[in-house]
């Protein structure tokens, strides 16, 4: 059985720092490209940012670069995010996935809520 568990989540004052933290099960992690999502009430959800199999690559949407850090231990089979600079934009419900490339497996976790406010 698959299962991708996220935790870290919290409430935060703006400026404030999480980190959150995907730990998968059932899976060869390391055959998996990883992202976060995040999707915010009434909103669409968007990419965050993404990690390749082996770490050596990623990507931010620009309206994280340079706050937000992904990364991976493929020991451990968890994923990261490191948020830092949080603002009250960033206030949104935090996914991570799994994706097995040029194959038809996408896995997601049940997410964990980020609130940045004073």
């Known amino acids: 059985q698959v299962q991708l568990v996220e935790s870290g989540g919290g409430l935060v004052q703006p400026g404030g720092s999480l980190r959150l933290s995907c730990v998968t099960s059932?899976?060869?992690?390391?055959?998996?490209?990883m992202s976060w999502y995040r999707q915010a009430p009434g909103k669409e959800r968007e990419l965050v940012a993404s990690?390749?199999?082996?770490?050596?690559?990623?990507d931010y949407a620009n309206s994280v670069k340079g706050r937000f850090t992904i990364s991976r231990d493929n020991a451990k089979k968890t994923v990261y995010l490191q948020m830092n600079s949080l603002k009250p934009e960033d206030t949104a419900a935090y996914y991570c996935?799994?994706?097995?490339?040029?194959?038809?497996?996408?896995?997601w976790g049940q997410g964990t809520q980020v609130t940045v406010s004073s």
């Open positions: 059932g899976i060869t992690f390391n055959s998996y490209a």
């Open positions: 996935k799994a994706t097995l490339p040029f194959a038809a497996y996408v896995y």
């Open positions: 990690i390749t199999r082996t770490g050596a690559s990623t």
